[in-house]
């Protein structure tokens, strides 16, 4: 591991054991940052893309000569959460960057076919979790000083979805809680500007994780994505963490309360026909 720009930062990062949260964790901890991976469990999900899928985010960091440990956090459980801040206090003494990666999808279906329950557990993880990690995450950045160099007290980066942006039939409750993070990105920066906490997000469009595996797998589905997303190319884990870096680099200082899309395209317009 390389002793680069964020070295002595603490960051937190939900979903760190597989896809975008994963690639995330490895890039922060190659800038020399100490992670405390938060997942469900510490294994990657076995139907992701990752080459090295049977090593875990936090023993792959560590290999690598980096810091890192692991917090098995469920998102939606205040309680787990906030064993997680305690663990990171007590082992690295702070958090300076919260990335809120974990999210729940379900398969495409009907809007008369969703029920309560489908959008009691999207809201009670994607909405609710990322809320409340983001006030834990603040609550420390307050205690902690500026650092003059990387130019803030805190950073907080969400992972929204292009699915916010538009609609798309089949996800209205998933698109519908994105949508929300979106914009709970936009008004916390607003409250927290002035004490040079930055909150920023990223919605990426199609990237090959487990979570989209089934969809990859689905020619009509994946061929629509493909006409849809004007790249040559649909994204990888590694695209979401090149864009989430910059938002944790000092270079970014200045820049909060931004939803950057990363999406091939998919969301400026209408494509040319492929
Ligand atoms: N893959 C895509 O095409 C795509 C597109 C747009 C947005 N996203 C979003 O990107 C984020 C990362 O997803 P991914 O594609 O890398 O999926 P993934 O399945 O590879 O990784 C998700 C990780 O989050 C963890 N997780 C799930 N629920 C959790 C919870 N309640 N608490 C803690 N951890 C939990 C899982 O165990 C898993 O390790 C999600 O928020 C997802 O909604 C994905």
Known sequence: MS???LRGKVALVTGSSSGMGRAISISLANEGAKL????LRK???PT?????????TVDLIVQQGGS?????????SSEEVEAAFKKSITEFGRVDILINCAGYWAPFRKFVEEDDELWSKMTAVNVLGTARMSRLAIQQSLEQNIDSIWGSRGRIINISSCAGHFGFPGE??????KAAIDHMTR????EYANDFININCIAPGVVATGMARQNFENQDIIGLMKRATPWPRLGTAE???GAVLYFCLPQSQWVTGQVLSVDGGMTIGVTASQ
Do not use: H, M, P, Q
């Open 68 to 76: 890192a440990t692991f917090a098995r956090v469920d998102i939606s």
């Open 187 to 190: 008004s916390g920066a607003l």
């Open 239 to 241: 695209d979401i963490a």
């Open 36 to 39: 405390v991976c938060c997942d």
């Open 3 to 5: 002793s680069g720009s």
């Open 43 to 45: 294994e990657a999900n």
């Open 48 to 56: 992701g893309y990752e080459s090295d899928i049977a090593i875990s």
């Open 172 to 177: 209205v409750a998933y698109s519908s809680t």
